[in-house]
């Protein structure tokens, strides 16, 4: 199983890190890191486990970010969505669809352990699509999928 620590690196960050740094990535990261990242020509929604809210809204195109540390990087093709100290619970994704097109989608952690990519495709419609994943930052498992988007 592959482990894409300096991928989700150098898409938050911009800077690539070598294979020295990216073995000792979770000595590196100061606090937990969540990380709902994507490609393509849609909007992203994430609501944590306490019903704060990060991303553009679906309902009004309006930005929010309720989420104390989280971090929203958007423009047109991708982004990220990023909790520091994420809560364990059940996560909400809203994805909207802005055009007609496939997209791609990335959940991350980032804390003292490695944690694989959960990778999830879909096509938009130009509708909302919205699914759910449990974290739970103590199990090995720590990202599960609850409902991905369907295959088109």
């Known amino acids: ?12 960050t911009g800077v690539a890190l070598s294979k020295a740094q990216a073995l000792k990535m979770a000595d590196v990261v100061e606090e937990p890191v969540l990380v ?3 490609n393509g020509a849609i909007s992203l929604y994430v ?8 991303g553009i809204n679906p309902a009004t195109g309006d930005l929010e970010n ?18 520091k100290n994420p809560e ?6 809203s994805v909207k669809g802005n055009k007609v097109r496939d997209y791609r989608l990335e959940i991350g952690f980032m804390g003292t352990a ?7 495709a879909g096509f938009n ?24 988007p369907p295959i088109p």
């Open 47 to 54: 609501t944590d486990p306490l019903g704060r809210n990060m």
């Open 88 to 93: 364990n619970g059940i996560y909400t994704v």
């Open 125 to 148: 419609h130009g509708d909302t699509t919205s699914f759910t994943f449990a974290f739970n930052a103590d199990d090995e498992n720590k990202i599960e999928i609850n409902y991905s």
């Open 66 to 83: 309720q989420v104390p540390g989280g971090q929203v990087n958007m423009d047109s093709g991708a982004g990220a969505l990023t909790l």
């Open 1 to 12: 199983m592959r482990y894409y620590k300096s991928e989700i690196i150098k898409f938050i």
């Open 36 to 38: 709902v990242s994507f």
């Open 114 to 120: 490695a944690t694989p990519l959960t990778v999830l």
